[in-house]
Nanobody
Framework: QVQLEESGGGLVQAGGSLRLSCAAS????????MGWFRQAPGKEREFVAG????????HYGDSVKGRFTISRDNAKNTVYLQMNNLKPEDTAVYLC????????????????????WGQGTQVTVSS
């Protein structure tokens, strides 16, 4: 069974950058797609970025295109989210998801398509 742990969140001023990490343990990390979502208080969990098992394909939510970059290092069992030009509306808990049931599957954008989640890391962007 795969386990996920996010890190790298914090407080940053608008225009700043952060890099989130999601470390995976358990089942073979390199075989399944991964994604980042975020959830602000009182709002639905929102798709941020997804990446295929190989890392060759990525996809982003409209609100973060051109500012965020998802990547993965299968040798380190880790997926990253580089966030640049952060805005106050990016403030949320960021969660890493794995679709561990989809061996060698393509990236996914829907919350219900992920079967494993981390606890999340808080990102706060001040104006």
């Amino acid at each position: 069974q795969v386990q996920l742990e996010e890190s790298g969140g914090g407080l940053v001023q608008a225009g700043g950058s952060l890099r989130l990490s999601c470390a995976a343990s358990g089942r073979t990390f390199s075989e399944y797609p991964m994604g980042w979502f975020r959830q602000a208080p009182g709002k639905e969990r929102e798709f941020v970025a997804g990446i295929s098992w190989s890392g060759s394909a990525t996809h982003y939510g409209d609100s973060v295109k051109g500012r965020f970059t998802i990547s993965r290092d299968n040798a380190k069992n880790t997926v990253y989210l580089q966030m640049n030009n952060l805005k106050p509306e990016d403030t949320a808990v960021y969660l890493c998801g794995a679709r561990s049931s989809s061996r060698y599957g393509g990236l996914r954008t829907q919350r219900g398509e992920y079967d494993t989640w981390g606890q999340g890391t808080q990102v706060t962007v001040s104006s």
